[in-house]
């Protein structure tokens, strides 16, 4: 199974996304949920970061503008992108580790025009 984050899309400079994740399992039992984003050519940056304890952690890229959140009755996670920049252009993915099996996302395009 993989999944398929969704809401990317095109948005100006300082604009706001939202990007979903939807997972076919009991989040809850999740090792750790992630965001991940990569850029073509460059390598792959951990963006959002969600062990099991509930805790969250971003890269410092981000520097307080996005934001990761997780609904379990929906088993799904959410990456609110807020105050976005031409540097944010990527494809954007989910990763759901579980203690039997790891699952990547397809990714959802953002753009951000300047």
């Known amino acids: 199974v993989q999944l398929q984050a969704s809401g990317g899309g095109l948005v100006q400079a300082g604009g706001s996304l939202r990007l979903s994740c939807s997972i076919p399992?009991?989040?809850?039992?999740?090792?750790?949920m992630d965001w991940h984003r990569r850029v073509p050519g460059k390598q792959r940056e951990l963006v959002a970061h969600?062990?099991?304890?509930?805790?969250?952690s971003y890269g410092d890229f981000v520097k307080g503008r996005f934001a990761a959140s997780r609904d379990a009755a929906l088993n799904t996670i959410y990456l609110q992108m807020n105050s976005l920049e031409p540097e944010d252009t990527a494809d954007y993915y989910c990763n759901i580790l579980f203690s039997y099996n790891n699952y990547w996302g397809r990714g959802t395009e953002v753009t951000v025009s300047s």
């Open positions: 399992e009991d989040i809850s039992s999740a090792n750790r």
């Open positions: 969600m062990p099991r304890d509930g805790t969250i």
